[in-house]
């Protein structure tokens, strides 16, 4: 058995009480702008190393791959929706989709730095 698998999560709980303060990832205005947008049937999917992109969460993504900014640059002129899925094996060059992840994250692309 691996030490995360002995890890006893119950002993987080009691940092969680009815005093505890979140900050939300996104506003409520945000979140109904979200579901009231229509996702694409056919979405281009971008693989990621050593990044899971979860939804509602904002963060800045490096691509280097030629196939990858190729993806970026032709969603960004476009509707900027995107798939991000991450890859199993992250020395994989040109995965497969055999080789991502089976869940993944719908994504927009807010801004594009080159």
């Known amino acids: 058995m691996s030490k995360q698998d002995q890890f006893d999560f119950s002993q987080t709980l009691p940092i969680i009480n009815e005093d505890t303060e979140f900050f939300p990832l996104m506003s409520q205005q945000d979140e109904d702008d979200m579901n009231n947008e229509e996702t694409p049937e056919i979405l281009a999917i971008l693989p990621l190393r050593n990044t899971v992109?979860?939804?509602?969460?904002?963060?800045?993504i490096t691509v280097g791959r030629d196939k990858s900014i190729k993806l970026i640059?032709?969603?960004y002129k476009g509707d900027k929706i995107i798939g991000v899925v991450s890859q199993r094996d992250v020395s994989i060059e040109d995965p497969t989709f055999e080789e991502l992840n089976s869940v993944g994250t719908v994504a927009q692309i807010i801004k594009m730095l080159q």
């Not at 992109?53 to 800045?60: A, E, K, R, S």
């Open 53 to 60: 992109l979860f939804p509602g969460v904002v963060i800045p």
């Open 73 to 75: 640059k032709e969603a």
